[in-house]
């Protein structure tokens, strides 16, 4: 500047993301909503899963677009390159991991949200309201207290980690904030040897350590052995450590087992010891009548982790954390902060915020898509959803006893079916018919390993899979394995005619 007057401010380019035309827009923004309804209702039409051509994932190595590109361009690049490529849970014939099946009327929230773009970490406005209505909701369904706090987070993973953070806090008090974990050696965590990873990765990053969390082998029916835990308790008692945390598991990610949560609450406060349940998928089963009785010491948690997503089938991500005492999540995580000055009135009210009870500061609104899908539902239908994935899974264990081909390799407890093709070097040959199955577009298993045995594993939470599907299901299984086999086997023989020949 030399001083000889101001820049004057020329207006360019208009600087608005708004849409010049709202009445195009207005018609493309209905041709996607068709798109995606479309999708929803023919989606038995589709293969569940399909690999992505070289050409489609070429298409995504692009430089960053310097200009515009026409929504409606934009939007049929996705029509051709991304919904037909993506992981297929929507499908009913998807049993991989543990996945929800989302639902229309949480689609169309999610939209809902994404234009308010309300931002939850705090202050105080109605979208805060709703996210305290599914924690009420929460609580009145588990039996928690009117003190117990509820949080929304990506999934059971943040969720779990959170609840590790409160359990150590509640442990050795608030210094741990100040003077990190390293001033307070010889913390111990218990689970049981088919708790999900997170449970080791949440010990790992809250600085504890995986070497002091303890995983006690499991029984005949894949739940913790509590006679071992508690020996596990007075051993690291005997050696000076300071047990702090029991994580039981409702509905485990590999077979669907529940511990018994009624005497791992007894212990835990016989010890003196935070009691947390990991319910990912399995806490939901409090919605179904037959299932609910199973999961009796739920209630005594401290704090409990679990998804809307999986058995609940909000679209994702929308995991949830309950913590008993209100006070001591409130204590783990609070921070003052000049810039979230809170007031008693206007819009700085309405403290504490949800970014008091965990480490994020802006957070979306997942609580609406959630609140639009217990609503439109009601609890007793998302019950009933739950309670037919678990009829479905005794069906297929029922086909799979019946088959000579093929083989169950853990109790069916739940939603999930272990299973495997009868064959010599039945592994890579299992392992190879997962790959089948997907690439098939029929069915999207998964696999695990139980015993040291690669096993099949459908776990059916999708709301849309029926009967049908476990007969396709449990068919191209079979025909798979025979096709595998019978390459193996002609194979072998040529191998056996060549080595004879001189
Ligand atoms: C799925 C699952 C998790 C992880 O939950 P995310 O929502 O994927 O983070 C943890 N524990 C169990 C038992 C699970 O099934």
């Known amino acids: 500047m030399d001083g000889s007057g101001s820049t004057p401010i020329v207006m360019g380019a208009p600087t608005s993301l708004d849409p010049s035309d709202w009445g195009s827009f207005r018609v493309q923004g209905h041709r996607m909503l068709d798109d995606m309804l479309d999708y929803l209702e023919g989606i038995r039409e589709r293969p569940v899963w399909q690999p992505i051509p070289d050409g489609v994932r070429a298409r995504f190595r692009e430089p960053l677009p310097a200009g515009p590109t026409d929504l409606a361009v934009v939007h049929e690049e996705f029509m051709e390159n991304i919904l037909p490529f993506a992981t297929g849970n929507a499908h009913p014939g998807f049993m991989g991991w543990v996945h929800g099946g989302g639902n229309p009327d949480g689609m169309l929230a999610e939209m809902l949200a994404a234009g308010l773009n309300a931002n939850l970490g705090g202050r105080d406005h109605v979208p805060m309201e709703v996210e305290k209505q599914i924690g009420h909701w929460a609580r009145e369904l588990f039996g928690f207290p009117e ?16 609840a590790l953070l409160v359990a150590r806090h509640a442990m050795v008090g608030d210094e741990v904030r100040r003077a990190g ?30 070497d002091s969390l303890r995983q006690i082998p499991t029984d005949a029916n894949h739940a913790i052995d509590v006679a ?36 791992l609450a007894a212990i835990a406060k016989r010890e003196d010891i935070w ?64 810039y979230l000055r809170r ?45 037919g994935t678990c009829e479905l899974a005794q069906y297929m264990k029922r086909q799979v006893e019946a088959h000579p081909e093929l083989e169950l390799l853990a109790p069916v407890q739940l939603n999930i079916v272990c299973f495997r093709y009868r064959c010599a070097d039945p592994d890579p ?27 099949i594993r459908a776990a059916i939470v999708n709301h849309r899979t029926e009967i049908h599907d476990i007969d396709a299901a449990v068919e191209a299984t079979i025909r798979f394995g025979r096709a595998r086999t019978e390459v193996r086997g002609s194979l072998q023989a040529a191998r056996e005619i060549n080595a004879s020949e001189p």
């Open 147 to 162: 003190g117990a706090t509820g949080l929304f987070v990506t999934g059971t993973s943040m969720a779990n980690m959170i």
């Open 181 to 210: 974990i390293g001033a307070f050696g010889g913390l111990v965590a218990y689970t049981s040897a088919a708790a999900h990873g997170c449970i080791s990765q949440a010990m790992d990053l809250a600085g504890i350590g995986t």
């Open 228 to 263: 071992l835990l508690e020996r596990a308790i007075a051993d690291d008692r005997a050696r000076g450590l300071r047990p702090f945390l029991i994580v039981g598991t409702a509905g485990s990610v590999d077979i669907g087992a529940i511990d018994d949560l009624q005497a």
């Open 275 to 338: 009691f947390h349940v990991d319910g990912a998928f399995g806490a939901l089963g409090m919605l179904a009548p037959e299932i609910a009785p199973r999961l009796a010491g739920m209630e005594k948690a401290d704090s409990l982790a679990f998804d809307f997503h999986k058995w609940g089938q909000v679209p994702y991500d929308a995991g949830f954390i309950m913590v008993r005492d209100g006070e001591q999540h409130l204590a783990t995580f609070t921070n003052p902060a000049a």
């Open 343 to 387: 007031e008693k009135r206007g819009l700085a009210a309405g403290s504490p915020w949800f970014c008091d009870f965990g480490p994020d500061l802006s957070r979306g609104f997942r609580a609406l898509k959630t609140w639009f899908t217990i609503k439109v539902h009601g609890a007793a239908r998302m019950g009933a959803v739950i309670s």
């Open 429 to 455: 040959v299992n392992a190879a018919i997962a790959a089948d199955l997907h690439e098939s577009g029929i069915v999207a298993p998964s696999t695990t390993v139980l015993d040291g045995q690669l096993a």
